[in-house]
């Protein structure tokens, strides 16, 4: 299906930031765009922002006068409604509120033109229960945006129960052809992003709420060794607890409080005391003039490491051994079940059991365990638990040998799965179950975290990587150890353990 032609006329019905921006998306891919709101003034004023904008990225030289000027031409602030009679599209951003969105959508329907698409740039709202009142609903679909419009990649084209097929291809082929990266989904609670997000927030909440570190230090652990550009504390504080608790407990009362998707009580608090992020200067950190962000907390160590063991496949730690070899670490190799042994340490990748449980069940002193990371080869610090009555000797030992390689050691506490590991086996276990319950092709759930959260990997690209049989080893371990089904295996994981189904690229839309 081919996109809708440039002379088509796109209107948007919203000139706040999310409306002016999808407005300026669809101008700079050179449709002619109304833009329309019901407040006065307000579609000019978000004209004359874009305006701005665009004047900047001229001055900094990241945009041509012309374009700037072809974009502003292609903006025209509607006098009223019925200014949108002719166009081949009409998209909706305004206010997150289902009866008014019900009523815009039933009077576009009595006012454009028959073969006009309609769609909402909802984030939560059913795309079924939306067009359910309208005499063809087929005409309606979702075209969620991610915030601000023009820097975003993703676009999710959603359908509802009724919506035309081929009017969700035609949205496709449109959203790329303006230069996004749109992915089709099935409207279902959260779409993909803001439903396979949730662990991403709740593993780091609840190993806050358990003590296993602090929010700087757990941060500091997915940037430096999970690759993602920020930590869950510092993204909340940026998207707003409000917002993002808001989130949650919809995704939450929506899929009937299963306890997957279980509101954070330490975030509830933050929004109860209007400690909403960077937007109120208070959040999780502190924004205030004058605040200090707190230290990541790192071990430190004096021990003279010169040589190490290395017994059986370590798997997807190999890697650190180039590192380890290149520091002059002197290696030998010999048969045993993937463990590294420095000095009286004995180092291995968690596997999502408690340590003192793996020491004791494997008869295995001195044991330390490893956090995951993206990529061993660059990762700056590492996560570390260790076993209760390992000595300090030991711990020392794996600390300077992991100081030797270029990489920084964090204490968690004795703590199943530790932090990486555990949150991108949970995010994994959502992507899985997002896919075996048709919400998404499992290409394009991993294109819409990595362009629509900025993921460094896709979570199922992820479990390939690792392997699925260890990411449901350690899901199994997790479960376990809390006795919640909160951690239960997704169906489509184990279903993959004997068959190569979890990854399928051919399925992408891209």
Not at 240 to 263: E, I, K, L
Not at 319 to 332: H, N, V, W, Y
Not at 460 to 468: E, F, P, R, S, V
């Amino acid at each position: 299906m081919s996109a809708l032609d440039r002379s088509a006329i796109v209107a948007v019905i919203g000139a706040g930031a999310m409306g002016a921006g999808i407005a300026q998306v669809a101008a700079r891919a050179g449709h002619p765009v109304v833009l329309h709101d019901n407040r006065q003034g307000a579609a000019r004023a978000a004209i004359a922002g874009i305006d701005t904008q665009l004047a900047k990225r001229v001055a900094a030289g990241k945009l041509d006068a012309a374009a700037h000027q072809a974009c502003l031409a292609n903006l025209s602030a509607a006098n009223g409604l019925q200014d949108l009679a002719g166009a081949s599209l009409v998209i909706e951003a305004i206010v997150e509120n289902l009866a008014v969105k019900r009523a815009l959508f039933a009077e576009l329907e009595c006012l454009c033109r028959a073969d006009c698409i309609l769609a909402s740039n909802t984030s939560s709202l059913s795309i079924t229960t939306l067009a359910a009142e309208l005499q063809h609903p087929e005409r309606l679909l979702g075209l969620h945006f991610f915030n601000p419009a023009p820097v975003m990649a993703l676009v999710e084209v959603i359908s509802g129960l009724a919506s035309d097929p081929a009017l969700a291809r035609t949205l496709h082929a449109t959203a790329k052809a303006w230069g996004k990266k749109p992915v089709l989904a099935r409207s279902t609670p959260g779409f993909i992003v803001n439903r396979v997000a949730r662990p991403f927030y709740a593993e780091s909440l609840r190993l806050l709420q358990e003590g296993a570190a602090d929010c700087a230090t757990l941060d500091a652990l997915l940037r430096e060794a999970g690759g993602f550009r920020m930590g869950a504390f510092e993204l909340t504080d940026l998207i707003g607890h409000d917002v993002n608790y808001a989130v949650t407990c919809s995704v939450f009362d929506a899929y009937y409080h299963d306890m997957r998707f279980q509101p954070s009580l330490i975030q509830k608090e933050l929004v109860d005391a209007g400690h909403l992020g960077r937007k109120s200067g208070r959040g999780f950190y502190d924004y205030r003039e004058g605040a200090q962000r707190p230290a990541v907390q790192t071990l430190n160590s004096d021990a003279l490491i010169d040589c190490a063991v290395v017994e059986g496949d370590l798997g997807v730690l190999a890697p650190l051994l180039e590192r380890l070899g290149a520091s002059c670490i002197d290696l030998t190799v010999r048969a045993g079940n993937g463990l590294l042994r420095v000095g009286e340490a004995v180092l291995a990748l968690s596997d999502g059991r408690l340590a003192s449980q793996r020491a004791r069940e494997d008869g295995l002193a001195n044991l330390i365990l490893l956090d995951l990371a993206l990529d061993y080869r660059s990762a700056t610090r590492l996560g570390i638990s260790w076993a209760q009555g390992t000595a300090q000797a030991a711990i020392d030992q794996a600390v300077a040998v992991l100081a030797r390689a270029g990489i920084s050691a964090s204490a968690l506490s004795d703590t199943p799965g530790l932090c990486v590991l555990r949150t991108v086996a949970m995010l994994a276990n959502e992507a899985a179950d997002a896919q075996l319950q048709g919400v998404a092709s499992a290409a394009d759930i991993d294109l819409a975290m990595c362009a629509g959260v900025n993921y460094p990997l896709g979570p199922l690209a992820w479990a390939h990587a690792i392997g699925t049989g260890s990411v449901v080893t350690v899901l199994q371990h997790l479960q376990a150890a809390y006795g919640e089904e909160r951690y239960r295996p997704s169906l489509q994981l184990r279903r993959s353990l004997t068959a190569n189904t979890l990854l399928a690229p051919e399925t992408s839309h891209e």
